[in-house]
């Protein structure tokens, strides 16, 4: 008699998770949105208002995703059109939104 095994429906074929994995990954995936014009000028309202060392919360596309994380902001790269945050940077036209954030 052989050995008991567990049943793994969506592994039963080797490489089979990975195929799965990559085809709702694809699923998931979206164009960049596009943002209004209101939406634009909040934008730049709250980067003008920013200054070093502010916590915000920023929403941003990338690769696909849209992504939402707390980042200390460092500045407007206008030359490389890049907003940086300490240890992370993100195009400015992949930017969807930012807000400080007030300590509490």
Do not use: C
């Not at 008991?4 to 085809?23: D, T």
């Not at 995936?29 to 943002?35: G, Q």
């Amino acid at each position: 008699m052989r050995g008991m095994k567990a049943w793994l429906p969506f592994q039963s074929l080797r490489g089979q998770r990975e195929e799965i994995e990559k085809v709702l990954e694809e699923k998931e995936r979206r164009e960049l949105p596009e943002l209004s014009e209101d939406e634009i000028k909040d934008i730049d309202n709250s980067l003008r208002t920013l200054r070093r060392g502010d916590k915000a919360e920023v929403t941003f596309f990338d690769n696909g995703k849209i992504y939402t994380r707390k980042e200390i902001f460092q500045k407007v790269d206008l030359v490389e059109r890049r907003v940086v945050f300490l240890g992370f940077s993100l195009i400015l036209g992949h930017l969807l939104g930012i807000r400080k954030l007030t300590l509490s």
